[in-house]
């Protein structure tokens, strides 16, 4: 009793201390949350700062008449009276703060939302024609992203290809293929420096001088019409209204390098020339014309990563002159330990894979990534304005490969009994891309309802490999005992660079009639002409003598004595070449409103003609040849505006993709497991592609976007396995197969309440195409020494490159009292087609990959904040594997190494990447 009348009491005083509660939100002109802003009370302690929704609480606040005080930097302070008539009153208030105009001098665009923020981004989402997801650069800053491969992992229906050193560098849109997607630079087409195709490698951009990356994933007729799968836009930061100098400085290190040390050779004695280059078409090389140096290795620890980027901008010329001038430098070392499975299919005739070899790999990667780029923009009138963006990206990979091979039967692993045949390879490589571009953009008014928008553009992308060298060893094992180490195999030094030239223009007129003030018309077009020289030269040492053997011949490369064998090199093969396309472009469209409904519909003409020629055409070979074709493509866009913060889209576009450059030609390339070929029969892909989205944006920052797509494709461009030639040997090919079917959902969200931020998307995607495959049988299925006789069969696949399942999510927190902030990001991809087989269900998919990172910042005064980001804290490893299990030998019990669950699965590779650490300050005034 004495207990529950103390409980009674407790209660009791508690409601007669309860004092009322004011709480609201801060935001802008554009309605912006003012993260940060102050907000405090005259004549009273009470403080409380706008959280990442702009909202705030004062609690435990006593009845009376009260002046709040708002205030942020560079707007005017706001005071407003506050009445509060008893405790148990909660008062909702809703501020809106203006700029200091005396602060801030006169500023020409009043009420929009500020470049790179998240309102920004939602508002360009909720009003664009097309589907579109964006990520703005305050949600980049938030994350450990390096590159722009790394940000596109973070966008619902994105995924990634990696390099060999673990790093994002492709995009995969909707389970679409690379080749199915292009890259802008501020609305602009660029090139691709890779040596293949025409995709952009992603990773040569650095992420801090992004403003905002758009994703397209529907296309309307004044968009070029080769992305089926979508376009990936990245919008460089431009002139800020008022002066800004933003920079950082961080450094780090990867834990792989504290693990093993990291190799490294002289990259500054590779020749950019080959000898054929340097003296003349006639030259007959000597061993003496090649440096030795850069075979030999040499393993320590690496020094730590070095990154900074300075970006200066500002309004001169009474706000007329806009100038930004950025710059990046990231100096890193990357290491990967790889295991590699050489399987053969058809050994025994069981369609089941078998090992033959076992490559452990040791990857020690330096990645040199510098950007600068400018853009100037001036205001001529109203209406009337020029610009100018250049910018030049490039990334240098010194790259050092250890490779230990130990040799199976396919039937037992040799070296379980001390037995074994070993061999050792090492590769350097050095590989250097770049980027330019510059793009000059105008818009000119001609007459009060017609306006002219043009691009003059001029690109330029080189992918540059000099003497890359590959020097081999033969060992054994015998009694677990490690024989000699001898050299008696060739050793290939090459030279490869490709140099893609465009140039562009485009020209696009808007007449808005006076008497329809919610309609447009847009008619125009592009021409575009776009060259590549590509040039290949190998050369071949052979030892001499040979055997030679380690510690009594030599103890580094630079040791062995060689022998070349083709003085002359190789400069008849089909590598060399020159390859152009012309593109010229026409479209028109219309734009309007009927009620809630905005309709954007229009038809894209496309005229291309792509060939090649080879500089020294080989017997029964075509020397040259011209594809030619015309592609009509038709858009439609519909946006139901059900509410003001609520739309229903629907889009429908037919989209193309032409082969690569480089697939069309009949080229041989000779590399680890199977040789790849070209095929001049290649034609282009054509697609119809559909959306439907329902999307909510409850206020500024916070978006709920859910959506379905389907995709229709006719002959798409896969890789596969397949038998030809005279031997009817296994190489790789590009061909066109039958017809695809890619069908999917995406939800999209992101919630902010005061202090925490939830952030996430998921994308389930199926596709489906038929191909034939290779199905071997026994004549005897009970005789494993009967003949064996091959026959086609379907079978039915997803499309290369698509994984079923992908998700992000990120929670964030920001105390803005203490300057502190904090963001935890998860990425999940799952299974995805690898790589085609020419055998039935011998397709190789990679293993589901979690990946979370971490990032810590805290800030110092008005200008700086210190920051700490970890990259990988689950180390999770990259894996291939074939769907079916091993072959073995009735009555064969050995276990085969590092292979998880043979009975069922057979691992083809596993990479390694390990935990990257950061940490850095950076600045803003």
Known sequence: MRFTTSLFLFFLTSALCQAATIKGKVLDASGEPMTGAHVTIKGLTSFAAAGLNGSFQLNNINPGEYQLVVSFIGYLTQEKTVSIKDNSETINLRIALAEDQALLGEVVVMGVAENGSETQARNLERTASTTLNIVSAKAISLTPDLSVANVVQRVSGLSIERNSSGDPQYAIVRGMDKRYSYTLVNGVKIPSPDNKNRYVPLDIFPANLLDRLEVYKSLTADLEGDAMGGGINMVMKGAPETFQIRGDLQTGYNYINVL????????????????????????????????????????????????????????????????????????????????????????????????????????????????????????????????????????????????????????????????????????????????????????????????????????????????????????????????????????????????????????????????????????????????????????????????????????????????????????????????????????????????????????????????????????????????????????????????????????????????????????????DGYDEVGNPKLTRVRADNFDLRWEFFPNSTDQLLIGVFYKNIQDPIEYAVVREGINNEAVIKPGNYGTAHNTGFELDFSKFFNRFGVKGNYTFTYSSLTSRKALQTRVDPNDVTSPLTVRSVDQTRPLQGQAKHIGNLSFLFKDTKKGFESQLSMVYTGERLETISAFLDNDWYTSPILQMDLSLEQRIGKHFEVFVKAINLLNSPFEVFAKKPLFRDLGNDNVYPFQPDPAIKTLVRRDQYYQSMRAGIRFNF
């Not at 706000?319 to 950025?326: E, F, P, Q, S, T």
């Not at 818009?443 to 009060?448: A, D, F, I, V």
């Not at 469209?589 to 003609?609: A, M, Y």
Request: glycine content about 6%; aromatic content about 12%.
């Open 260 to 671: 093993r040390n990291f190799d490294s050779f002289n990259a500054s004695v590779v020749n950019p020339l080959s000898p054929r280059e340097e003296y003349g078409d006639g030259y007959l090389a000597q061993p003496s014309d090649f440096s030795t140096s850069n075979g030999v290795t040499k393993s320590a620890l690496p020094i730590p990563d070095l990154l900074a980027s300075l970006s200066i901008g500002s309004r001169v010329l009474n706000k007329k002159l806009g100038v930004m001038v950025g710059g990046s430098f990231q100096n890193s070392y990357r290491g990967t330990e790889s295991i590699w499975f050489d399987t053969d299919t058809d050994r025994f005739g069981s369609n089941l894979p078998s090992i033959r070899s076992v490559e452990d790999r040791h990857y020690s990667n330096r990645q040199l990534r510098n950007a600068v780029h400018t853009r100037l923009d001036y205001r001529l009138a109203k209406n009337q304005s020029i610009n100018l963006y250049a910018g030049y990206y490039s990334l240098i990979n010194q790259e050092a490969r250890e490779t230990k091979t130990t040799f199976l039967d396919g039937r037992n692993f040799s070296s379980s009994a001390g037995n074994a045949i070993l061999a050792y390879s090492t590769r350097t490589r050095v590989i250097n891309q770049g980027i330019f571009n510059a793009t000059l953009q105008g818009s000119n008014q001609l007459l009060k309802p017609l306006t002219l928008d043009w691009s003059l553009v001029y690109s330029k992308a080189k992918n540059d490999q000099p003497d890359n060298l590959r020097f081999d060893r033969n060992g054994a094992l015998a009694n677990f005992v490690e024989q000699p180490i001898n050299v008696e195999r060739r050793a290939p030094r090459q030279w490869q660079r490709n140099t893609d030239t465009d140039y562009t223009a485009y020209y696009n007129f808007t007449w808005k009639p006076e008497i329809l003030k919610s309609a447009l018309i847009k008619a125009g077009g592009l021409y575009r002409t776009r060259d590549r020289d590509n040039y290949f030269n190998r050369y071949l040492f052979d030892p001499n003598p040979s055997p030679q053997f380690l510690g009594k011949d030599w103890n580094t490369f630079a040791d062995v004595r060689w022998q070349l064998v083709n003085p002359g090199g190789s400069a008849t093969d089909e590598l060399n070449y020159k390859a152009s396309e012309k593109v010229t472009a026409f479209y028109g469209l219309t734009q309007f409103t009927i009620g809630k409904l905005d309709v954007n519909t229009g038809v894209r003409t496309e005229i291309t003609e792509q060939g090649y020629t080879l500089k020294s055409p080989k017997q029964f070979q075509t020397a040259d040849t011209t594809q030619r074709y015309t592609d009509v493509l038709p858009s439609l866009s519909l946006k139901y505006r059900a509410k003001p913060d609520m739309n229903v889209r629907f889009s429908y576009y037919k989209a193309i993709s032409r082969p690569g450059y480089f697939e069309i030609v009949p080229y041989v390339i000779e590399q």
